[in-house]
């Protein structure tokens, strides 16, 4: 028998991709003005997704550096998440993907 090893790497972007919600609030994050937005605006416009879901899901990616928590102390705190530059990395290797799913959604 052949042994094969999986990439630790692939395997990597897949304990974090496989999440349910990760890939999509990483893409909304992307269509965001300056990749940043407010926990209440990710709770309106993702379609399903509770708040309790997506705290723990932008804990994970905040963990992962994917996205950071910026607290805005003007008159009134204000919260935002943003994508970090590793984020916005992940986002452009998604691309293709999201490319791929395009043309061949309608032929599976």
């Known amino acids: 028998m052949v042994f094969i090893q999986i990439c630790p790497y692939l395997e990597y972007s897949f304990q ?3 999440k349910k919600w990760n890939g999509l609030i ?3 994050l992307s269509l965001c003005e300056n990749n940043s937005t407010s926990f ?3 709770v309106q416009e993702i379609s399903n997704i509770t708040p309790r879901v997506l705290s723990m899901r932008l804990t994970e990616l905040i ?3 994917l996205v950071k928590k910026e607290v805005i102390d003007s008159p009134t705190v ?3 998440y943003k994508l970090t530059e590793k984020g916005q990395a992940l986002v452009s290797a998604l691309q293709p993907i999201q490319k791929w799913a395009i043309e ?3 032929k599976v």
Do not use: A, Q, V
């Open 78 to 80: 204000t919260i935002s």
């Open 40 to 42: 209440t605006e990710m």
């Open 16 to 18: 974090i991709l496989g």
């Open 63 to 65: 963990e992962y550096g």
């Open 26 to 28: 990483i893409h909304y």
């Open 104 to 106: 061949n959604k309608d």
